[in-house]
């Protein structure tokens, strides 16, 4: 992803070129820095607010000084400003800086990678890969640091064995989340997406599907499930903020359902699109 912006708390917009991190930073010594990735729609960032929320609470469960809210906020509008891309990837950084320092704050504005609506007319094929359940605090569920080399090679190994992307199953076969997706399957007209209690990531797209099922005539079970449910369902998705809406047309090399991208997978993408706006509605 092409950056085409970046805003540092305290200094506002650089070049984006410009190292801003001391080599001794503890969030690139260990990963210790919290971050948001989400989309902006007409050059505003989707529920800002709620990725706020959700890195100031990973940053304090990694221990890092409170998260400052609205230095980040004007930071997310100043980079925005820079970077006057109308759909673009936002995302905030929280390091914790070098040992005994302040932490620094970053936003930065990147093209979208990908063509995920290509993607999502043809959907995406995912392996089942070994995950942990993030369900003891020193694990980090729910958190979303920088430690994501693990979530990084999960993808590649994904690629490697001929797929698309990964699903996190545990040891005794419950369905967790993806590498950097909330996952979701359908039977009839009742979604099934595995608990927070699991320890997964609380996706702001997922609390957005949430909101928005019921009126598109679906009820939503949160719970523990196996990946056979998953496997054997009348359709499956995933949701992330970049990615929104991804049809899963196969799962460890057998179709879900006919192979074809399903309804509930239309129904939503079309929803969260609706959600973000005017803008989120254009194409
Ligand atoms: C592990 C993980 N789960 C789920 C998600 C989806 O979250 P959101 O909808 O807030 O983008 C992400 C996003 O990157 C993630 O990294």
Request: charged share 25%; aromatic share 4%; net charge negative.
């Amino acid at each position: 992803m092409t950056l085409l912006a970046l805003a540092v708390a305290g200094r506002g917009v650089v070049d984006a070129d410009e190292p801003v991190l001391h080599a001794d930073d503890e969030g690139l010594l260990r990963g210790r820095a919290a971050f948001e990735t989400m989309r902006v729609y007409g050059g505003r960032a989707f529920r800002l607010d709620d990725h706020l929320d959700r890195l100031a609470a990973s940053a304090e469960r990694i221990g890092l000084a409170d998260v400052d809210r609205d230095a980040l906020r004007a930071l997310a509008d100043e980079a925005l400003g820079a970077a006057a891309a109308d759909e673009a990837v936002l995302r905030l950084l929280w390091t914790a800086g070098r040992a005994g320092s302040a932490p620094v704050g970053l936003a930065l504005v990147s093209a979208i990678g990908e063509d995920w609506d290509a993607v999502r007319e043809r959907g995406v094929r995912l392996v089942s890969l070994l995950g942990v359940k993030a369900d003891a605090p020193w694990l980090l569920g729910g958190v979303k640091s920088t430690s994501y080399a693990v979530n990084m090679a999960a993808e590649a190994e994904a690629r490697r064995r001929g797929a698309d992307d990964a699903v996190f199953v545990d040891a005794d076969g419950v369905v967790l989340e993806g590498p950097v997706t909330n996952v979701w399957w359908r039977r009839g007209d009742t979604l099934f997406t595995p608990s927070l209690e699991l320890g997964v990531l609380a996706g702001v797209t997922r609390a957005t599907l949430l909101d928005a099922a019921p009126a598109l005539g679906y009820r939503v079970e949160e719970g523990t499930f196996r990946l056979a449910d998953m496997a054997g369902a009348d359709e499956a998705l995933t949701s992330s903020s970049v990615r929104e809406v991804l049809p899963v047309v196969e799962l460890d090399a057998a179709p879900v359902a006919d192979g074809r991208p399903g309804r509930a997978a239309r129904d939503l993408q079309a929803a969260l699109r609706a959600a973000a706006g005017p803008h989120g509605r254009v194409r």
